[in-house]
């Protein structure tokens, strides 16, 4: 036995190269916008988190090159110690702002921000109640967490209610994503919000993929169904709509004030560059005074939906931009990708573990930047491939 048999025994990844399958770590050399540089070739972006399509917009830019000018490329230290710049400050205040909550928190990425706030606030003898659904890093956060981690079944309100009545007694938090990064549908926060009254648990919600595409000029999920004051604890990331790398926690004085002092991803880890910081406050500026950006989001969203069925594409319980086809097995799923590639449309094919076996997706997500040819061009591709692949 050897402590790296695990790792000499995984070929799966080698056995799918081989057969020209292999869909991960592709190298793109242009920037993320509506089209990219794969391999020398133009490629319809259709798996991109730029929902706004600000990753490439000319204020962004700017804004993080006078970062750089002024303080420059990083802060060698923790916000703890020496690394808590006055923008920090600026951009959690913005941040705080935008989703309606005292106190905001910048971490380094938004993984970080998950795992800082779910291990730090639930500890031994109390409970973490997770979707099934929910994103790897809420799971970790709970590994990391001295309190016992159980979970519901995918938006099944009776399964949650099932897994409250359990621990009744127990000081407990419900976590959720607002909206789930592969199969596009929203949290049903208001219910989830009235068991927790019910029940006399907390809630917190998980909303990447919300910030920037539902809420009141893009605050995310607990605007979006009027609960703010009903969620304690909101997070969100800088890589999906705020177009740079990082994440954030809000929530009131005293529990901001506890994770300021308690939570070792903020207290151990180097802060957030001086670049992304400017920039995400560039592009909650532009979110602010453009929405149009964001009507033309759902736009595309709806336009892509309708599409898609009149295919005969199954694509879920979708409601936002991202829009997932089921299309069964992995090998399916692969030459799926593989075709499309060819193409030149860049999806991202969603297997198992993430998804339960013969029930791989297609994830494919839509930015505010996408033109009419440009979507018109990837239907006539997907209904082309699914025809072919006997899946439409």
């Not at 009545?165 to 219910?191: A, H």
């Not at 604890?233 to 994770?259: D, P, Q, R, W």
């Not at 075709?339 to 505010?368: H, Y």
């Amino acid at each position: 036995m050897s402590l790296y048999d695990k790792c000499i025994n995984f070929t799966e990844a080698k056995r799918v190269k081989k057969l020209g399958y292999y869909p991960y770590f592709r190298v793109i050399s242009s920037e993320q916008d509506t089209e990219v540089i794969v391999n020398g070739k133009k490629t319809l972006m259709l798996g991109s988190n730029s929902y706004l399509g600000l990753t490439n917009h000319p204020k962004v830019k700017e804004a993080a090159i006078n970062a750089i000018k002024k303080y420059g490329t990083g802060c060698a230290g923790s916000r703890f110690l020496n690394g808590t710049l006055d923008i920090h400050i600026e951009l959690e205040e913005k941040l705080a702002e935008l989703v309606g909550k005292d106190v905001a928190h910048a971490y380094s990425t938004g993984f970080q921000a998950n795992l800082g706030a779910i291990a730090t606030i639930v500890g031994r003898g109390e409970y973490l109640i997770t979707d099934k659904f929910d994103h790897a890093s809420i799971i970790d956060g709970c590994r990391l967490s001295y309190g016992k981690m159980l979970r519901f079944n995918h938006n099944d309100m009776n399964d949650l209610e099932r897994v409250l009545q359990s621990v009744k007694d127990s000081n407990k938090l419900i976590i959720v994503d607002g909206v789930f990064s592969m199969e596009g549908d929203i949290t049903k926060l208001p219910e989830i919000c009235e068991l927790a009254e019910k029940y006399n648990a907390q809630v917190m919600s998980d909303d990447a993929h919300a910030i920037g595409v539902i809420g009141k000029n893009g605050s995310g999920t607990p605007n979006h169904f009027g609960l703010t004051d009903k969620v304690d604890i909101i997070m969100g990331t800088f890589s999906k709509s705020l177009a740079s790398i990082g994440g954030f926690i809000a929530g009131n004085e005293v529990i901001m004030h506890y994770l300021k002092h308690f939570s070792r991803p903020l207290i151990f880890s180097a802060s957030l560059p001086p670049a992304s910081a400017a920039s995400v406050m560039a592009a909650l500026e532009i979110m602010k005074n453009e929405p149009e950006r964001r009507e033309n989001l759902w736009k595309n969203t709806r336009k892509m939906q309708k599409g898609f069925k009149e295919m005969g594409y199954n694509i879920g319980n979708s409601e936002t931009p991202i829009i997932p086809l089921h299309v069964g097995e992995m090998m399916t799923a692969f030459k799926m990708w593989k075709m499309l590639a060819e193409e030149g449309v860049f999806i991202n094919p969603v297997v198992p573990p993430a998804v339960p076996p013969n029930d791989c997706l297609i994830r494919t997500s839509f930015m505010s930047t996408h033109t009419d040819k440009q979507l018109n061009f990837a239907l006539d591709i997907f209904e082309k491939i699914g025809k072919r692949l006997g899946i439409i």
